[in-house]
């Protein structure tokens, strides 16, 4: 019931920039925490942010002082702002909403979006 849609991906040079959308419709109303997991190929996905409603954020180290992730409330619309991109963050991106009714929880994804960092 909850709809993600990425954009934002493609290719950048290595200490470039590039910032990722996912929009969300449907029944937002319960979502309680949305972000983003990557995974590369012949590799595990890999968490990489979240943002709570309230607006309290996390990061793996690995981007820490690099990334960061935010809402925009009226577009019902979660950023990742990457910088200082390096080949390592080449990978599929996917966001994410946890929603939560009562005692039940669920997941909703994006459709991936492509961040190739090559020269």
């Known amino acids: 019931q909850v709809q993600l849609v990425e954009s934002g991906g493609g290719l950048v040079q290595p200490g470039g920039s590039l910032r990722l959308s996912c929009a969300a419709s449907g029944s937002i109303l319960n979502i309680y925490r949305e972000g983003w997991y990557r995974q590369a190929p012949g590799k595990q996905r890999e968490w990489v942010a979240a943002?709570?409603?309230?607006?309290?954020?996390n990061y793996v180290d690995s981007v820490k002082g690099r990334f960061t992730i935010s809402r925009d409330n009226a577009k019902n619309t979660v950023y990742l702002q990457m910088n200082s991109l390096q080949a390592e963050d080449t990978a599929v991106y996917y966001c994410?909403?946890?929603?939560?009714?009562?005692?039940?929880?669920?997941?909703?994804w994006g459709q991936g979006t492509q961040v190739t960092v090559s020269s």
């Open positions: 943002i709570t409603t309230g607006g309290s954020t």
């Open positions: 994410y909403a946890e929603v939560g009714i009562r005692l039940n929880n669920l997941v909703y």
